[in-house]
Structure formats: C-alpha cells, structure tokens
C-alpha cells in the first residue's frame, strides 16, 4: 500500500461496504452533537441549541445557498413555513442516490406539504457535477453545495456522520424551528411520512 489512505479512501471503501460498518466508523470520528436521543434511535435538537461545540453556531440554518437547479438562493431558516427533510449526500454514493429515489416515491404522497433540501459534501464536487445528478436521475428538489462553515455546523450539531454520505444523513426540521436528525441507513416513505407527521 503507497502512503497513507485519505479520507476519501475510506469514505469510499465505506461507501462499497455496509452500512453498519460505515456508522461503527462514523462513531470513531467524534461526538454527537447536542440534544437527546428518542426511542427510534433519533437526534433531536432545537433551533436555540448549540450542541456546546464550537462550531455548532447554527450556520446550517442561515447560511445562504444556492440552488445549483435553478441559481436561487436561500436559507433553510427561510423555507421553514413547512416541514423540511434536509440530507446530505455526495454524488458518487450509491447509498444517497437509493434514498434520492425513494424521496420521488415520498414527494408523491405528500406533495409540497414537505421539502427537501439535499446538500453535496465532498469537496471535491461542484455545482455543475450536482445539478448534472439532479437532472440525470429526474430529481427536482432543492440541490445545492454545503459549503465547509455550513457542513461544519451540521456535523457540530448533528454529529460527525453528517459528513458521511454512505450512511445517508437526514434531518426533519419542523415549521416551529425544531431539528431532528433521522436514523442512518435507509428511510421509506412510510418512515418519512410518520416523522414529517410528528411536526
């Protein structure tokens, strides 16, 4: 083996392997965050709660961002006048792209009663590479780059596997402010549907 692996090595042997080996190493990055840890094995926060990390300033929520779909620019804080399902994702993650598909399914049940916001968070990806994604797969939800303050934030808040793509990162935001972050792997409809209707 020539040098050390980066993190992107690993994050892309994660992304080949299962998701429960990617969450036991997730969990060897760092801390969790703020806030408490419901029976379903959700995170959740409040929109006042800093997670009493450095950086857990709430950058996330303010931040300006663009939709690489449509060059509009906007808050999360700002669409919050319905629930919101924010992931991260990273355009080379066949875990991301599965959840990306089962939203379709979602969005046809609800509408635009939910929103979804997905944010790229590899580096090494850029605007044109996300929206060519978005198009390519017929997803038309908010798409936009995090940007390192804004992904930064999310994983002070939320936890180091925000930044983790293979264990597809989600976190429902309700109308009142409230954050929690869902359970990694996986997410059906159903699941989604009963989480956006806790709001």
């Known amino acids: ?12 042997l994660a992304g080949a392997g299962t998701v429960a080996g990617t969450v036991g190493l997730a969990g060897c990055l760092g801390g969790s965050g703020g806030g408490s840890v419901d029976a379903g094995g959700d995170l959740t926060t409040t929109g006042d709660e800093t997670a009493g990390a450095s950086d857990g300033d709430g950058a996330w929520r303010t931040a300006e961002l663009t939709d ?11 669409l ?14 066949s875990n991301c792209l599965r959840q990306q598909r089962e939203l379709i399914e979602f969005h046809e049940t609800v509408g635009d009663d939910v929103l979804t916001v997905a944010l790229d968070i ?13 198009e390519d797969h017929g997803f038309d939800w908010r798409y936009a780059v995090s940007p390192e303050p804004v992904t930064r934030s999310l994983t002070a808040e939320f936890g180091s596997s925000m930044a983790s ?8 935001l309700c109308p009142d402010g409230s ?14 549907r009963e989480r956006v209707g806790e709001c």
Do not use: Q, S, Y
């Open 165 to 172: 793509a293979p264990v597809v990162p989600m976190v429902r």
């Open 179 to 192: 954050a929690t972050r869902l359970k990694d792997g996986h997410k059906t409809t159903a699941f989604l």
């Open 80 to 93: 919050l006048d319905r629930p919101i399902l924010l992931e991260t994702f990273a355009v080379w993650c």
């Open 68 to 78: 690489v779909r449509t060059g509009e620019t906007f808050t999360i804080e700002g």
């Open 1 to 12: 083996m020539k040098g050390t692996p980066t993190r992107r090595d690993v994050l892309r």
């Open 122 to 134: 590899d580096p090494n990806e850029d605007a044109e590479k996300v929206r060519k994604h978005a």
